[in-house]
């Protein structure tokens, strides 16, 4: 097939591209069902308030926590693909040795934040027990707190694979922008 998307006789062509989700990882999957739930929640709570004139009073708060849930597991996901903010500008510049030792001490860090991140929320959680209850339902707010900590527990886990990765081949995407987590 031609680069042509409009042919020689006005016809449209285009050709759908292969979609393989065989390399989606567990905590997107995850986080695509509690975005799932979050659409349901606010759909239900559309629909009470302006179909039924009466509105279902958990579904606010119910969707507040499940978006906190979509956005902690869903941070995994930018990890695994190394997505995060970066800025190459300075890398570009600098001599390639103190770029890979920067580039290693940045992995350290993240490594290092992200395990912080899990005993801070370990600690918090051992602190406020059971007694914190979500408001309108009867549970204890330490649920909303363990979706948060499972968010950070794979970032953590995700961010030794990206160090490891880095390591074995030499090079981070902060040393060269235009690879992928997939260039081994």
Not at 52 to 61: I, L, M
Not at 78 to 105: C, T, W
Request: negative net charge; aromatic residues 14%.
């Amino acid at each position: 097939m031609s680069d042509k998307i409009i042919s020689d006789d006005g016809e449209f062509h285009t050709e759908d591209e292969e979609f393989d989700l065989s390399t989606t990882t567990p905590e997107a999957w995850l986080a695509l069902a509690f975005f799932w739930l979050l659409g349901l929640t606010v759909f239900y709570q559309f629909i009470t308030r302006y179909v039924f004139n009466d509105s279902a009073a958990w579904t606010e708060e119910i969707a507040r926590y499940q978006l906190i849930a979509v956005v902690f597991i869903g941070a995994a996901i930018g990890v695994v693909k190394n997505n995060h903010i970066q800025v190459d500008f300075f890398y570009r510049h600098m001599p390639a040795r103190l770029g890979r030792l920067m580039s290693g001490f940045v992995d350290l860090v993240r490594i290092a934040f992200f395990a912080a991140a899990v005993v801070m929320t370990v600690q918090m959680m051992l602190k406020i027990g059971n007694q914190t209850r979500i408001t309108v339902v009867d549970l204890p707010m330490n649920i909303v707190y363990a979706l948060c900590l499972l968010g950070f527990a794979v970032m953590l886990l995700r961010s030794v694979q990206v160090a490891v990765i880095h390591y074995r081949r030499g090079y981070s995407v902060l040393e060269r922008p235009d690879a992928t987590m997939q260039d081994r």
